[in-house]
């Protein structure tokens, strides 16, 4: 059972979380002055002051703990990672069973004022039924047929396959179906 809190740890834990956030608002003002100080300095500054060697003279094995703190900018630590990923093998060479390491858009493909004959809601049912209706104009209905036969051969015709009637299946009608089984549920208890 849960008891409810009284009043007085209710306003407690109130202005507990309170102080907390004034407290975290202060150290985001502190590390937004930090980062718009750290912005109008070069590079080569920030590196200085914070004793750090140049990210793009990283060599293998070196430690890049360094530049992952909080007061390091986000273009170093990014040129940082950078090295890290170009001199780590494992890192650098992808094995190609990457899911989505190819770029699957079309966007290169793509076609200025591409014209489809989709419509939205119909699909591609109206460019069927016109493909059908010109091939049914284009087949002419007494078109003959030449056969090659050897001398002393006669050519017999093969009967037209009929084509086939499909039965249509009478769905019930709601009256003839039996109303469903009430559910119920059903409780054991063992003891």
């Not at 009284?6 to 834990?13: E, I, L, N, Q, T």
């Not at 699909?123 to 090659?148: C, Q, R």
């Amino acid at each position: 059972m849960t008891q409810t809190r009284d009043f007085w740890s209710r306003r407690k834990a109130a202005v507990q979380a309170e102080v907390e956030a004034e407290e975290l608002a202060v150290r985001e003002q502190i590390l937004t002055a930090q980062q718009a100080e750290l912005e109008e300095k070069t590079d080569a500054e920030i590196l200085a002051e914070l004793e750090l060697p140049d990210p793009d003279m990283l060599q293998p094995g070196d430690d890049v703990t360094g530049f992952m703190a909080k007061a390091v900018p986000d273009r170093l630590r990014r040129r940082a990672l950078r090295r890290l990923w170009r001199l780590n093998p494992v890192l650098a060479n992808v094995d190609g069973l990457v899911d989505y390491g190819e770029d699957y858009t079309d966007a290169a493909c793509v076609i200025e004022n591409i014209q489809t004959t989709y419509q939205i809601g119909k699909g591609m049912l109206a460019h069927i039924e016109a493909l059908a209706v010109e091939a049914e104009v284009e087949t002419p209905e007494a078109e003959e047929v030449t056969t090659f036969t050897e001398p002393g051969e006669t050519y017999e015709e093969a009967p037209t396959p009929k084509p086939a009637q499909v039965a249509e299946a009478e769905a019930p009608e709601e009256d003839e179906l039996p109303p469903p089984a009430p559910r119920r549920m059903k409780f054991e208890f063992e003891g």
